[in-house]
């Protein structure tokens, strides 16, 4: 028997099509997935010249399966603050914040960007995985007076040095002005939108959430790539090389409903990312206590690895995750996402072991796609760690 080793995704009716699938698709899909239930470009044949595109240039991505939850209604804030363990009362209407949406045990359903859009007005821009029924039924079980909806908004990601450059074009200078982690709402041309300044790059970048986005997703794709033109804008796929660089996770890959926020590194230090002093009885929180108190058997650590390159975690390369060997041969843990970084010129990845392997330095062997390699544990995010390249170029941005 011969293995197909590019099978392809079917295209047809069942699974949801992003807003801007037909006007994406026009600039050379390469390779599909199927993320919160609709189809998602992943690359447009070139991963690694993607990569590099993203760090001279600008970027333009279909982002439009971060599916929205949106909540209103009067018990909305309360409600919104029990399903995460940020301190909400932290957050100002115009705000974003990473977060993450915890269970009962303390694992992670989720990690989506929030935005308050309102006092009683959130939205969830989700990872891939059904926050909306576990809202719903929530919501239900709890007796409060919440609207809990998917709306008809779908994202676009702007990304890159010159992304400032293409929103300054769009919507005017002082859309250079918004802040880190906030977001404004504008009007393009008719079409309502709310642009934040997020991403999931580690570069500048530029999030524009459209509203009608059914109606409107191909015109408003086609307005943002006839600004960027100009810029040397260039279609990719979110870039899994930049963000293991910067040590942005993955849900499904890197954090999952069976792994906790202290797990992977948010909790015992980022403190703001699980608030257990906060006066919320959120939803995991006794659990995350229980867990601070007993400590962890496991750890998500940067680690590099030797051998010939991994691929770029997007290309097919890395159907399963490598595992991970203590150097005297016993299975201990598995790489969760890893690439072959061209500016560093080396493999880095995440990978899962017992704490006791945790230690910068420790020796190990991953099992990659080309056999035993020998791999060391190391920092992370593996570059830029105070985001000082983003910092640096909206500065540049404004000046100019």
Not at 40 to 53: N, Q
Not at 94 to 112: H, L, S
Not at 318 to 334: T, Y
């Amino acid at each position: 028997m011969t293995v197909n080793p590019n099978p392809g995704v079917l295209q047809y009716p069942r699974i949801r099509k992003s807003p801007f699938y037909y006007a994406s698709r026009e600039h050379g899909v390469g390779l599909y997935s199927v993320y919160n239930h609709t189809y998602h470009p992943r690359h447009y044949g070139d991963p690694v010249g993607e990569y590099w595109h993203l760090l001279e240039a600008v970027t333009l991505w279909d982002v439009g399966v971060e599916r929205q939850v949106e909540i209103t209604g009067p018990d909305a804030f309360e409600f919104t603050n029990l399903l995460v363990p940020r301190d909400l009362t932290k957050c100002k209407v115009g705000q974003c914040k990473y977060v993450f949406i915890t269970a009962e045990d303390g694992g992670i359903i989720n990690d989506p960007v929030l935005l308050r859009l309102g006092e009683n007005h959130f939205w969830l821009s989700l990872a891939d995985s059904d926050v909306l029924l576990w809202a719903k039924g929530l919501a239900y079980s709890l007796g409060m007076n919440v609207a809990i909806t998917e709306p008809d908004v779908g994202p676009v990601q702007i990304q890159g040095p010159r992304s400032a450059a293409v929103m300054a074009d769009l919507f005017g200078d002082s859309i250079l002005d918004v802040p880190y982690y906030y977001a404004v709402e504008r009007e393009l041309d008719g079409m309502d939108v709310v642009v934040s300044r997020t991403g999931y790059s580690g570069e500048l970048g530029y999030e524009i959430y459209l509203r009608n986005a059914s109606r409107d997703g191909v015109r408003l794709w086609n307005h943002v790539w006839e600004a960027g033109t100009p810029h040397d804008m260039r279609v990719i796929g979110p870039c899994h090389i930049r963000r293991i660089e910067g040590g942005i996770l993955s849900w499904g890959n890197d954090i999952s409903y069976a792994t906790n926020p202290f797990e992977v590194g948010y909790g015992f230090e980022s403190t703001w990312m699980v608030d257990l002093n906060q006066q919320a009885d959120f939803i995991g929180k006794a659990a995350l206590q229980r867990i601070k108190s007993e400590g962890i058997s496991r750890k998500l650590v940067g680690v590099e690895i030797g051998g010939p390159g991994v691929g770029s975690f997007n290309d097919g390369s890395m159907i399963d995750n490598f595992d991970v060997h203590a150097p005297m041969g016993l299975r201990i843990g598995e790489v969760t996402s890893a690439c072959y970084s061209p500016r560093l010129e080396r493999n880095i990845g995440f990978a899962m072991v017992p704490i006791a392997y945790q230690g910068l330095g420790t020796e190990l062997v991953v099992h990659t796609q080309h056999g035993p390699q020998d791999a060391v544990v190391v920092d992370k995010p593996f570059l830029d760690p105070t985001k000082d390249i983003p910092k640096r170029l909206e500065r540049q941005a404004v000046a100019a």
